[in-house]
């Protein structure tokens, strides 16, 4: 019993001390003033999600004053990606065989491959205008068509040239950027460049494709499905709010190195 008084006797007298050393606070921890960063920061409970993309994103300045229409084609996009197209891509997958599948994707290429050669030419790159023809004249004859691409095997890869590019290098400015419905990504020169090559190949009609189509939209259908179907851009992949505005600034960046190579 009177051990236990003398202990409880020293606790007492000691409690003092220990009452006149300071705890340790947090600014004792931290004295470089950061141990509660959310503290001084003012929120403006007025600001919408509109504001706060354009604010954090600011350094993306790339020319779109449509971007009101062109964020809904953006949506709707997505959307019709979502619940039409990737749908139908999947079927497409599904019931058609990888070999086949293949050769479809190697056909349509082949045909891709004459606006190539066209706006290589126009951009004076004979280097480049030479691997072209060499493409076509293999995978047409050697190929079958352009059903397989010996070319690739043979030290010739695809090259993309359009007529956008061909704009680009010759001085045009992109102008502003436009979202296209299903299309997706591009500019007002880009648009404009679509429109050109759709119509030469339409009136080179290789390999009677452009005549053989007109009578069966089916085979339009069929090209926009392996379109999809080679493109491995998806929507929503990001997973981020400003996916709009990473998707604008990576297709004009991309432009300007395409066009300057």
Do not use: C
């Not at 931290?30 to 409970?45: C, Q, R």
């Not at 349509?108 to 491959?113: A, L, P, R, T, Y």
């Amino acid at each position: 019993m009177v051990k236990r008084l003398l202990i409880t006797a020293l606790l007492l007298s000691a409690a003092p001390a220990f009452a006149d050393e300071p705890a340790p606070t947090a600014s004792a921890l931290d004295t470089d003033g950061f141990t509660e960063p959310l503290k001084e920061l003012k929120f403006n409970p007025g600001l919408d999600q509109r504001e706060f993309e354009r604010a954090t994103l600011n350094a993306l300045e790339v020319y779109d004053p449509l971007e009101s229409w062109n964020r809904r084609v953006y949506h709707f996009n997505y959307r019709f990606d979502q619940w039409v197209f990737l749908p139908v891509v999947n079927g497409y997958r599904y019931v058609t065989p990888e070999i086949l599948r293949s050769g479809v994707s190697n056909f349509f290429s082949n045909i891709g491959d004459v606006p190539n050669l066209l706006n290589s030419l126009l951009q004076f790159k004979g280097k480049r205008s030479m691997e072209i023809t060499g493409r076509l004249l293999l995978n047409t004859t050697i190929g079958v068509f352009g059903l397989w691409d010996p070319a690739a095997k043979m030290g010739l890869p695809k090259q993309s040239e359009d007529f956008g590019q061909t704009l680009g290098v010759w001085g045009v400015p992109g102008g502003p950027y436009l979202m296209l419905p299903i299309l997706g990504p591009s500019n007002l020169r880009d648009t404009g460049g679509l429109v050109v090559d759709y119509s030469a190949e339409n009136q080179i009609n290789f390999l009677n494709v452009a005549q053989v189509s007109s009578d069966h939209p089916e085979l339009w259908v069929l090209r926009s499905i392996d379109k999809r179907y080679t493109t491995n851009f998806r929507y929503g992949q990001m997973n981020s709010p400003f996916e709009y505005e990473k998707v604008r600034y990576v297709y004009t960046e991309s432009r300007k190195l395409q066009i300057a190579e």
